[in-house]
T-cell receptor, first 116, second 114 residues
């Protein structure tokens, strides 16, 4: 079974631009979460989607947004890019939302974004 | 809110020696605990997780961890490391009923030397 795929793997943008990153979860997985990884702040949760609805959100400004499609693929968008948005953006998928039993999350290789 | 502390940013160790990576957490409610490994230029891979039951959890690649509720710790151990274990290790926590949102520690870089 194919793992979580993220496209593109590398991206260079300039300040003020916007960017869209894509994540395809493992087949059959319906929950997708996004994380930002930077040397200074570490790994931080951005948001989680399930059944095309945002179910959980981290402490990021409104410039960061996402969506999920009916096939569970997800995109995240960052508008008006700032230098501090340079990071590795990781996507993780799981079968379903955690309920009575915690779901294992499987991570993709990430998209490395550099903002100049 | 929950938090995770990994006290050691780097741990050097010789090949075939034992290693322990420390993790302490803070939460006012019940938690689930995880250890992930990240190799250079790759995403995160789950090593093991504690949900409930036995406090000693065995994972992949010979790693194990012990949940200690009184000390709020979840230290990761391996009795004999290999060069290929060189990577960054992250401890993470999520609260029960909190969905899939993981709160990560700052990571520990394990460097295995010959």
């Amino acid at each position: 079974k194919a793992g979580v795929t993220q496209t593109p793997r590398y991206l260079i943008k300039t300040r003020g631009q916007q960017v869209t990153l894509s994540c395809s979860p493992i087949s059959g997985h319906r929950s997708v979460s996004w994380y930002q990884q930077t040397p200074g702040q570490g790994l931080q949760f951005l948001f989680e989607y399930f059944s095309e609805t945002q179910r959980n959100k981290g402490n990021f400004p409104g410039r960061f947004s996402g969506r999920q499609f009916s096939n569970s693929r997800s995109e995240m968008n960052v508008s008006t890019l700032e230098l501090g948005d340079s990071a590795l953006y990781l996507c993780a998928s799981s079968l379903r939302l955690a309920g009575g039993s915690q779901e294992t999350q499987y991570f993709g290789p990430g998209t490395r974004l550099l903002v100049l | 809110a929950q938090s995770v502390t990994q006290l050691d940013s780097q741990v050097p160790v010789f090949e075939e020696a034992p290693v322990e990576l420390r993790c302490n957490y803070s939460s006012s409610v019940s938690v689930y605990l995880f250890w992930y490994v990240q190799y250079p230029n790759q995403g995160l891979q789950l090593l093991l997780k504690y949900l409930s039951g036995s406090t000693l959890v065995k994972g992949i690649n010979g790693f194990e961890a012990e949940f200690n509720k009184s000390q709020t710790s979840f230290h990761l151990r391996k009795p004999s490391v290999h060069i290929s274990d060189t990577a960054e290790y992250f401890c993470a926590v999520t609260i029960t009923g909190g969905g899939n949102k993981l709160t990560f520690g700052t990571g520990t870089q394990l460097k295995v030397e010959l």
